[in-house]
């Protein structure tokens, strides 16, 4: 069987059952299953949310799931809850490369400095890290799946968001240039944006339950907004960035 459609999302912040709601969603759409999932980071990797969802409630995504760390994580605990739960989630560590469907994916976590609530301990991607992402054959990459995004395509801050400055990674416009890459996916800001920028197709994507993107074999891409409506939590979770 080849394979499929691929189902882009972001920014869980921990709201797992979330994927699962746009992925019937999109499958009831397409009248077809998805193939594989990709979250653009800020997945979530908290130890307590994750033991509550997967394992005392015993949740499972419905199809494959890999992921990038986004900002809003546990930094010192990613590699040894990916490890806990590579029953339940693929993470793809940075630099690394993944096959996503039909297509050769290059991933990179992480995100710039914000401050020091946005941007905690292990967050920064580091010129040590880009330099490994640089490092593939130039020909091996058919997209680039990151969390945050490149510092020279334009995405624009959100209204009362101003005080961080300019937006994206300085540097990490490099990948795009080695690569040349088909497509280029990332989370991180919270909303829509797309742009085709020297021979790549950029798309920006909002927060999981607002939607998401599917790409299919022959690189069909829509983009699919659908809210998914959330349960309340408390203050002190929505500020540790847990949505």
Request: proline share 5%; charged share 20%; net charge negative.
């Amino acid at each position: 069987m080849s394979p499929g459609t691929l189902l882009l999302i972001s920014d869980l912040h921990a709201r797992y059952g979330v994927l699962n709601e746009q992925i019937r969603h999109a499958e009831a759409e397409l009248d077809e299953a998805i193939d594989q999932v990709m979250v653009l980071g800020d997945f979530g990797f908290f130890a307590d949310e994750m033991h509550e969802h997967f394992r005392r409630t015993g949740h499972c995504f419905l199809r494959p799931t890999a992921c990038i760390e986004g900002n809003h994580e546990d930094h010192g605990a990613v590699i040894r809850l990916a490890a806990d739960y590579a029953d339940i989630v693929t993470h793809v560590p940075r630099g690394r490369t993944h096959q996503l469907a039909n297509w050769r994916a290059l991933c990179l976590g992480g995100a710039r400095y914000m401050d020091a609530w946005s941007t905690p301990r292990g967050c920064e991607i580091t010129e040590d890290e880009m330099q490994f992402s640089l490092g593939h054959a130039a020909d091996s990459i058919d997209v680039v799946c990151t969390h945050d995004c490149p510092d020279n395509i334009g995405v624009a801050q959100k209204p009362g968001f101003e005080y961080y400055g300019p937006l994206g990674v300085p540097g990490m416009s490099r990948l795009a240039v080695r690569y040349r890459p088909r497509f280029w996916f990332f989370g991180h800001h919270h909303h829509w944006f797309e742009k085709d920028h020297e021979g790549t197709h950029y798309l920006g994507l909002p927060e999981s339950w607002q939607g998401y993107a599917l790409l299919d074999a022959k690189g069909g891409l829509t983009k699919v907004t659908h809210e998914v409506p959330l349960a309340s939590r408390p203050w002190w979770k929505r500020w540790l960035g847990l949505g």
